[in-house]
């Protein structure tokens, strides 16, 4: 189909009228595979690829496959096209070698400024650091993100997430042995900074993804979690209310059981849980006449 616009499009080229020119314009806007697009994919492909060889973390899997993951996360929830190609580069600046580097003034100059601005966003500007402090700084970039930022992050998130997760139903927790930090801190990381972004943009197209991937990631830490942060208990059902303040310890989500919604009845108590990551946050026994439960 592709082919068939640019040939059209290649015959009213060489002598147009002016409606015809506007004919070879609207087609050619109406691609979808666009030139822009595809040099985006060749120049991560050499950035991640060619000039490097860049590897998944602890794994013999091409790098490259991370951003164009991401790139078609971004494509599928009809994102614009900077966006997606901010996606597809949004590591490049990052991860690439000095002796090719890739500066947000090249990004510009080939992809154009708000792309250059995108990809900047999202990236760790000094891997000097140590782990903790890169990604406190990360986090704290959440609150200043635009709209397509957020997407671009949230892609990236969810690409790796959902490869982790897999890759922990494999292998167990010997895959946390690829990152500079513990299993806890990964994982508290990870939902922490799909909290904040949940929190800056609700209605952000992919927060149904971002729920579930955060789930999924409190389970495999919820030993640890439960362990460290047992849910609060209120064994006077006088002391419960709906508006009581709460904040989850894990993934840093604040609210009330109302706001919460994730309340689960049963005999003799109720609790309380994290919207986000499922931790438990809340118990409270009451008595059964209260709930109008009283057999």
Known sequence: MAGSKLR?????ASSATNDEEIFTIHIKNNMLYTNKISHAIKFAIKTHE??????????????????LTVGIILSHIGASEDTIIAGILHDTIEDSVSKKKATKEMIAKRFGEEVAKLVM???????????????????????????????????????????????HKKNGDKVFERFGAPKEKVLENQLRLITAILNEWPENPLSEDLRYVAGQLEMIGALIFMMREPGKIVLEWGDYNENIPLECPVCGWKGTPKSSEYIEYHDVLLDVSCPNCDKMLLIANYPLVKLGRDE
Do not use: C, M
């Open 50 to 67: 060619i000039y490097q060889k860049q590897k998944r973390k602890g794994k013999d899997i091409p790098y490259i496959t991370h951003p």
């Open 121 to 167: 966003s999202v990236t760790e500007t000094n891997k000097e650091l140590p782990w903790e402090e890169r990604k406190r700084e990360a986090l704290k970039h959440i609150h200043s993100f635009s709209h397509d930022s957020l997407l671009v992050k949230s892609a990236d998130i969810l690409s790796n997430t959902t490869e982790l997760i897999d890759d």
């Open 8 to 12: 059209v499009a290649f015959l009213f």
